[in-house]
């Protein structure tokens, strides 16, 4: 297989294994640090009103819980694979290692599309899943929470899934986080990862003599993570002048109207046809004229057709995976730097910490509280792998390496490694 076929499975075997590499890993450290503990598939079957009975294949992936329980959010599209959901919980191993939070990496992955029916229908897949994949979460095994297409709608439908099957009002400890606040979520969940996003490119702006407040910046994605990035940006005074999504683009020279966008997403869909600017070309967003790209959308999207034609100073992974090994050593010998996924999107999953600890010590955290502590972590985070980078080094390395180490330093503690 070629740099340029990898999918995220391949991509995150490819980086854990240049870290081995640069650690000097044996192969059964790389091995015994790489290889998921768990990986299961079940089918679930659900009737759908008006509909034949039918069935739904679900992914459970814990990746390492050396360090905790394995946490990563619940994928809904209908290509999923147990592949993909591998890669993506081997990359919340690095994440929550990196970002410092007791957790390992996970992740699910529910074969279904959300756009193709009703919220009723879509609450009997989540419902269906929960009870198929009971024996796999809790707080002590695996903790979910939103990732692409699903959101805290489901996240309380689980809750109460997981709740009632054992005849209580709540659980016992977090079994989900990403709740609705209602229901025991935390105030600034939904925002945190976009805000995170936004907090990293201020520290990188900062370190590398970029101008935010004069930054022209495209998104790709604008569901949770690309717009909450696109408005937070726009509050540091730059200008948003792309947006593409799976349906379409739009432009704008002088900066969209980020705010009005999101509305009419939520109420189109899609930012296709937004009368606030010009439609583009969905395909052309990684080759936009602007200072900051923020892919936030899916994965392997730089790749080595795309690299050399990236215009972008700084690259900020708002989703996960999106560059391919070949585009990676491509825009490094371009000299444009990546703030890669481990760091760029790490806020989701610490603010989904707090969350856990909340539920756990049956506390309430203000907004204030939430977002001074994401402010402050996400920067401690990138601040940390910024002073130890040397000459050469890209970011993705520096944390990598890092990551990679602390979850060795986790093995040798438990006695897991000789
Ligand atoms: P979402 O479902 O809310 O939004 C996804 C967006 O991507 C939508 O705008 C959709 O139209 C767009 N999209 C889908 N396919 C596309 C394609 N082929 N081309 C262009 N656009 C496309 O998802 P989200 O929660 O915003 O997650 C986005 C990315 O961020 C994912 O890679 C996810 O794993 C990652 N991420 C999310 C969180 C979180 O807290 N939600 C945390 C960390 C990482």
């Known amino acids: 297989m070629t740099k340029q076929e990898m999918g995220i499975l391949n991509t995150a075997e490819w980086n854990v294994k240049q870290t081995a590499g640069r650690l000097g890993l044996t192969d059964t450290q790389l091995a015994w640090v790489s290889e998921p503990r768990e990986r299961v598939e079940i089918t679930c079957a659900h009737a759908l009103p008006d509909r034949e009975p039918t069935h739904v294949k679900v992914f459970v992936v814990r990746h390492n819980d050396t360090l905790g329980p394995s946490k990563g959010g619940i994928r809904m599209t ?62 002590e095994i695996y903790i979910p929470a ?19 099957s054992s005849g209580k009002s709540i659980t016992q400890g977090c079994f989900v986080t990403g709740k609705p606040v209602i229901l025991g979520g935390i105030v600034g969940r939904r925002e945190a990862t ?110 080595e057709d795309n690299a050399h034609k990236v215009k972008a100073k700084l690259i900020a992974e708002g989703a996960n995976a999106p560059t391919t090994p070949g585009a990676d050593e491509i825009l490094f010998e371009k000299k444009i730097s990546i703030i890669p996924d481990i760091l760029c999107n790490a806020g989701g999953v610490f603010v989904s910490y707090l969350e856990y600890t909340q539920e756990t010590q049956r506390e309430q955290m203000t907004l204030q509280q939430v977002e001074g502590r994401l402010d402050e972590r996400m920067r401690e985070t990138f601040d940390m792998v910024f002073k130890a980078m040397k000459p050469g080094d890209s970011m993705r390395q520096v944390a990598m390496n890092i990551a990679v180490g602390r979850v060795m330093d986790g093995m040798y503690a438990r006695g897991m490694l000789p």
């Open 78 to 139: 209908p290509t999923v694979t147990l592949d993909e959901i591998t890669g993506l919980a081997m990359e919340m191993t690095w994440k929550t290692a990196l970002v410092g939070v007791p957790f390992g990496g996970g992740k699910s992955g529910i074969c279904y599309d959300p756009a193709s029916g009703t919220d009723r229908e879509k609450e009997k897949v989540i419902r269906s899943f929960t009870r198929g994949v009971a024996r796999h979460i809790g707080p």
């Open 146 to 164: 939103p990732d692409m297409g699903t959101n805290e709608r489901d996240m309380g439908h689980i809750r109460d899934c997981v709740s009632y």
């Open 194 to 303: 976009g805000k995170g996003v936004v907090y990293s490119i201020q520290e990188a702006c900062d370190k590398l003599g970029m101008d935010i407040s004069k930054s022209r910046v495209a998104v790709q994605g604008f569901g949770n993570v690309g717009s909450v990035a696109a408005i937070e940006i726009v509050k540091h005074g730059a200008k948003v002048i792309a947006v593409a999504d799976h349906l379409g683009g739009i432009e704008k020279s002088d900066g969209l109207d980020v705010v009005a966008l999101a509305e009419y997403q939520n109420n189109n869909g899609s930012v296709k046809g937004f009368p606030g600017g010009t439609p583009m070309d969905k395909d052309d967003i990684m080759e936009v004229d602007c200072d900051i790209l923020i892919p936030a959308a899916v994965a392997s999207v730089l790749t």
